[in-house]
Every structure is written in structure tokens, then in C-alpha cells.
């Protein structure tokens, strides 16, 4: 655990003292919600905002944790202080788990600020409840990124590599997870791939929550299902990152 | 107990064989160098014996354990110096110094970081990013980082390549007073100059160790030219590389009166290396 604690610590403090990193990672979604916001405002009044606007968000957090937190570990790799961390005793499972930790606090606030813009450009009116578990769900998401980022870091050897899995992974879920169009209305094998994505699975609570009446048996599974995701991505992550070559 | 046994370590990347059966033994206490040409194998050995690395073949001990079934104890008891720098740019030298002397849970902590920020000479810049550096303060922080947490054991690769002369020389009396600490370090180069400086080396050329001894016995392996002005003409002879022979050469000249001049002129460890590993090639 106080290994674990100084990873985190460490990656916490990297994060601060990198201005850059931060912009992109928390400024990037914000301007891109508010494009968001530009292009929607061209569209008939009759097209349901609500629909696509905290789901959209919800991607931003997705897309940019899981690949700011890939680029990190695999930088680690590159830059050789993730073989000198192996050979001073750090374990897999307390490098992982510091990277999650250290991350969680970047994930919270992309998470809150992405979505606190969707509500407040797009005027969402939520009450209370709806509002907390949207937050809740985007942070779950955004916690299963960093973790699908740390899976997906496991088979880089550099930065490049990570990019491939963008279209591969990224790409594809915001066809296939119900942001664009219902997953009823794929084809049955494109609704079943769509099942994979964590996002389907966030943009499924999304959805339910957005509309009026819904109570916590309607999401529960889901929820369950995105904590699952993470344990899943946390646990394969646990096995693939080399510590030998 | 040797501080290092290995016997027949290989290690296979594909068709390309890095380690072809390498046998080595290090004493405790001793700075033992690792000498070969640029993809000799030296790293591939290095990262072998502190566990970064499954050999294909062979067994290496360090300290009597296990590079990879005792990892966790051995890196307790080691320090690695990688032959990049390896550090984490937006942190401090002392951040990076106190995050992996931190891991090894080592006693009075902050003292030690203190006293391994002295002992490399970064006393004056602890606090500042390690990414304003230059290359040869970052390897003086990634030689902290490596000697923090007291180990008994150190393995640098190729610790001061790039480095100008001033700061080698620096580096090599930190080294020297480590051992004289009664600590073993394990250091590669392909610097010439740098293995006069080791105890013992050993000669590294396509994963195989061709001799391992101390730099003289090395050196005694070559030749020596003895050039004579007698009455006004010039004998030539080669002899043997050991200062014996060369007292046997000149004892016939003894204090004749014709003998104007002697010139001796002995193979450099540099010359004596290269000969070995033609002879290899050959062979």
C-alpha cells in the first residue's frame, strides 16, 4: 500500500508540474463540448439536445483519459523509469494501482467539469438525483478509461503504438454504444460488439437517467457492469505489463 | 561467496542470440568492469542479473540469490544505474532521488537523499527540474538514485558514456570511494582508459566472455617493441607484453658502451583487446 501511495503521489505531482499535460487534458473537452454547443444551435429546435449532449461529454472524459493515461505508463516504458521502478521493488500491482489512484483525482475533474459544461451550455434542467448519478457514471467511465489505458499502454513499446487502439477501440464505440443511434436499430452482431465498450454501458445509464421517472433498479445493472469493466481491465492490466523481458 | 556466479547465461531475441553462454565470477568489495564493443551484450547481461531479463539458458547468482525467484529480496540489496538516464523530467533531482530511495523503505530517508544529493555534487541544484539539466548532471542524479538506499551491490551500464573528461574523472572517484565503502560495483564500458581503473574485467565479444582478469595480467598479453641503437645501427625485437621479459630483452645489452639508445614501445589494453577478439574472429 505505501508503495502504491508513493506511485500515486508521484504521478499526482507530475501531473501539477506539467502545464501542458493539464491544459489538454481538462481545457481540450471543455472547448470541444462548447463546439458542441456551436454546431447544435444550427440545427431545427425540434432536435433533442438532451439526447446527445451528456453523452457526447461523457466520450470527451472517455477518450482523453484513456489516452492521456496510455501515453503516461507507456512514456514510463520509453523513458526507462518503468524498468528502474521493477528493479527497486515497485510490484505490478502497486504500479497499476498508483497509476489508477493518481489518476482518479484528474478523472473527478474532468468528469465534473465536463459535465457541469454540457448542463450549463445546453441548459439541462435536472433535479438533484439525476444530476449525482450522472456524475457518478461519468466517473465511473472515466475510471474504466484510465484503466482500459493501462491495459491497452501494456502492449505499446512507444508512444506511436498507443494510436492504433484509437481507431480500433475508441472509434468504434461511438458508433456501436448507442451515443449516435440506438443500438436496436444495428445490425444484431454491431448490437452485441457494441455490448464491449464501456460506454455503451455509461451511455445505457445516461439514457435511462435523462428521462423523467427513473429510479436506481433502472440503472443498477449497468453500474454493475461498468465497476465489473474496471475490475476486468484492472485485473488483465495486472497480467500483461512485462515486468522481464 | 562470490558477489556474482554465472555459467552459461544465454539469452535469445528471435534468431539473434545476445548472450551465447557467458561464465563470470565478481568478488565482493571489488569494481569490476565489463568491456566489449557497442552490442557485445553488456546490457543484455546487466539487466540478466538484476532480474529484469528471463535468460534463455545458464544460471546467475547474485550474492547467492536468484536473479528472478529472489527479486524481491535482491533488489533490496542492489542498485541500478540504466544507461539512460531514466528519471522523471518534471520532477526535482531530489524528487526523483526520494520516490525510488522511498521504494526500498529505506531508514532516515530524507538524511539519506541528502547525503547521496552531496555525494553526487548536485547540492546547488536539488530543487530544480531534472529536464533543465544537462546530460551529465542527469547521470549524476540517475548515479544517486541508484546509491540511495546504501545497496551492496551496484551495476552501472556504460555510467559515463558522452560524458567529457572532467566529469568521468569525477565519476571514477565517486566509484573508487564506494568501494573503498566495501560496496561491489559492476560497471560496463567500451572505454579502454576506464577498464585500466577496474580491479578486475572481463572481455565481452558477441555474448561471450573471452577472459576475465586484471587489466595488467591483460595487458601483459601483448607485445612489446624494443628498438636498440648500438654503434650507430638499430636492432629490432618484439617481445612479450610482461615487464619480466622485457628485463630478460635488455639484460644482454648490459652497460655496453656502444648502446646509444633504447626505445620500448608496449601495447596499449586497447591494442591487447582488439588482438584478443581478432583471434576470436579467426578462430
Known amino acids: 500500500m505505501r508503495r502504491t501511495l508513493l506511485v500515486a503521489g508521484r504521478v499526482v505531482r507530475q501531473l501539477l508540474r506539467n502545464p501542458r499535460f493539464l491544459v489538454l487534458s481538462v481545457a481540450a473537452p471543455l472547448v470541444i463540448v462548447y463546439l458542441l454547443k456551436i454546431f447544435f444551435d444550427t440545427l431545427p429546435p425540434t432536435f433533442d439536445v438532451a439526447r446527445y449532449a451528456v453523452p457526447v461529454a461523457a466520450f470527451l472524459v472517455h477518450f482523453l483519459a484513456f489516452l492521456l493515461c496510455a501515453i503516461s505508463l507507456v512514456q514510463e516504458r520509453t523513458m526507462g523509469t518503468m524498468e528502474r521502478m521493477f528493479i527497486n521493488g515497485f510490484r505490478r500491482t502497486e504500479i497499476i494501482a498508483g497509476y489508477v489512484l493518481g489518476f482518479l483525482g484528474l478523472a473527478t475533474f474532468q468528469a465534473v467539469a465536463g459535465l457541469a459544461e454540457a448542463i450549463w451550455l445546453f441548459e439541462l434542467d435536472y433535479d438533484g438525483e439525476t444530476l449525482a448519478m450522472l456524475f457518478v457514471v461519468v466517473w465511473l467511465l472515466a475510471i474504466a478509461s484510465v484503466m482500459l489505458g493501462i491495459f491497452i499502454s501494456t502492449f505499446a513499446r512507444h508512444e506511436g503504438q498507443v494510436f492504433p487502439f484509437v481507431p480500433l477501440i475508441i472509434l468504434p464505440s461511438v458508433f456501436l454504444s448507442g451515443l449516435l443511434v440506438d443500438v436496436d436499430e444495428l445490425p444484431t452482431w454491431a448490437d452485441w460488439l457494441g455490448h464491449a465498450f464501456p460506454l455503451f454501458w455509461a451511455n445505457d445509464v445516461i439514457q435511462d437517467v435523462i428521462e423523467s421517472g427513473w429510479t436506481f433498479e433502472d440503472v443498477q445493472r449497468s453500474l454493475v457492469i461498468l465497476v465489473g469493466y474496471s475490475i476486468a481491465l484492472l485485473l488483465l492490466a495486472s497480467r500483461t505489463l512485462r515486468e522481464v523481458e | ?283
Not at chain 2, 86 to 114: C, I, M, Q, W
Not at chain 2, 177 to 183: Q, V
Not at chain 2, 248 to 260: D, H, I, M, Q
Not at chain 2, 265 to 281: G, P, Y
Request: with cysteine; glycine share 10%; aromatic share 4%.
Open chain 2, 1 to 283: 561467496m562470490d558477489a556474482i556466479e554465472v555459467s552459461g547465461l544465454t539469452k535469445r531475441y528471435g534468431r539473434v542470440e545476445a548472450l551465447q553462454g557467458a561464465d563470470l565470477s565478481v568478488d565482493r568489495g571489488e569494481v569490476f568492469g565489463l568491456v566489449g564493443p557497442n552490442g557485445a551484450g553488456k546490457t543484455t547481461l546487466i539487466k540478466g542479473l538484476v532480474g529484469a531479463l528471463r535468460p534463455s539458458g545458464g544460471e546467475a547468482r547474485v550474492m547467492g540469490l536468484n536473479p528472478l525467484r529472489d527479486r524481491a529480496e535482491l533488489r533490496r540489496r542492489i542498485g541500478y544505474m540504466p544507461q539512460s538516464s531514466a528519471l522523471y523530467e518534471d520532477l526535482s533531482a531530489r524528487g526523483n532521488v526520494r520516490f525510488f530511495g522511498a521504494a526500498h523503505r529505506t531508514p532516515d530517508l530524507r538524511k539519506k537523499v541528502d547525503e547521496a544529493i552531496h555525494f553526487t555534487d548536485l547540492s546547488g541544484r536539488a530543487d530544480d527540474p531534472v529536464h533543465t539539466f544537462s546530460g551529465g548532471m542527469k547521470r549524476r542524479v540517475s548515479l544517486a538514485c541508484a546509491l540511495v538506499h546504501r545497496p551492496e551491490m551496484i551495476f552501472l551500464d556504460e555510467p559515463t558514456a558522452a560524458m567529457d573528461p572532467q566529469l568521468r574523472s569525477r565519476f571514477w572517484k565517486t566509484f573508487r570511494e564506494l568501494a573503498s565503502d566495501g560496496t561491489t560495483l559492476f560497471i560496463s564500458t567500451h572505454l579502454m582508459d576506464e577498464a585500466m581503473l577496474c580491479d578486475r574485467i572481463a572481455i565481452l565479444l558477441s555474448g561471450r566472455i573471452l577472459t576475465a582478469d586484471t587489466p595488467r595480467s591483460i595487458l601483459e598479453r601483448g607485445k612489446t617493441r624494443l628498438t636498440v641503437e648500438q654503434n650507430g645501427t638499430e636492432e629490432e625485437a618484439t617481445i612479450g607484453g610482461h615487464p619480466e621479459d622485457l628485463a630478460t630483452a635488455l639484460r644482454p645489452y648490459g652497460l655496453r658502451p656502444g648502446v646509444t639508445a633504447i626505445d620500448v614501445e608496449t601495447d596499449t589494453l586497447e591494442a591487447v583487446v582488439l588482438s584478443l577478439i581478432e583471434k576470436e574472429e579467426i578462430a
